[in-house]
């Protein structure tokens, strides 16, 4: 249903007939109390229930099955991931065409343990909630020292409905993708499907991105500036090594961080390191 409250031009003949029935109560309530003002718990309550009976017809239909055409466009987005931080956006973004909901998040860690998250959705109030959700239990996924502090506590009470998978790679829990709505029972088997599929297609290019990123490519000046921080040279020490200013000695880190989704200095020197070993 697009927020004019008319069905989609894509709704199924049983859901546009549910939309006319609708108008036509909703008419007959407007002639009853003209200046009167809906409640809003009342209207949310009856939204949900449309929403839940627009998905019943659309099953009655054949029209709640997920296209086939937007999974393997949505999967091959996912597969074009760039870095970690690109994969963490593509992730939840990626889902909104083939899931409802209302919020989501992705967490993916990098190598050196530093975590990247990314959330969308359309409901606001739930982006903090589902944020926090989505690294808890990537922590518990993940698996570590068991302590108090550590132990699962019950969702924040605006997510009424939940699906969550976790991203493998390498054979360890490198991140966790968790979807949620403010609606009962908002998911089904064949969004569940849809998670787990996308998930495979995430830990693939998770794969490819840790093994591109583990091979940094750096021009001639970029590989000269990396080995000197790796060296433990500051970059005014750089500049006058190299007989260039500390500016352009943070462009040329600037741009390697840039290109490929890294977070730090460090990070992206150990990684040349590591490409100049294999």
Sequence with gaps: MDPSGSPDTSSSPLTILLHECVERVLASWRRLHPDAVPPERAV????????????AADALSGDGEVDDRAMESTSAGIEGARSYAHLAGLLPRALERVVSFDAAAAVIRRPHGELVTDVCGGDESLTEPVRDRALRLFAVLAGGVEDEASALPPRAAAIRSALYVPLVAGGAVVGTTYIASARENAFTADDARVLVELAAHASDAFGRVDGELRALRATPRQAQVL????????????????????????????????????????????????????
Aim: net charge positive.
């Design 44 to 55: 949310k309550g009856f939204l949900d229930a449309l929403s839940r009976l627009e998905r």
């Design 227 to 278: 080995a000197l921080v790796a060296a433990g040279l500051s970059d005014k020490e750089i500049a006058a090594r190299l007989g260039m200013s500390p500016r352009t000695v943070r462009t040329h880190l600037e741009r390697v961080l840039r290109e490929h989704g890294m977070g730090s200095r460090t990070e992206a020197a150990t990684a040349w390191l590591r490409g100049q070993r294999q």
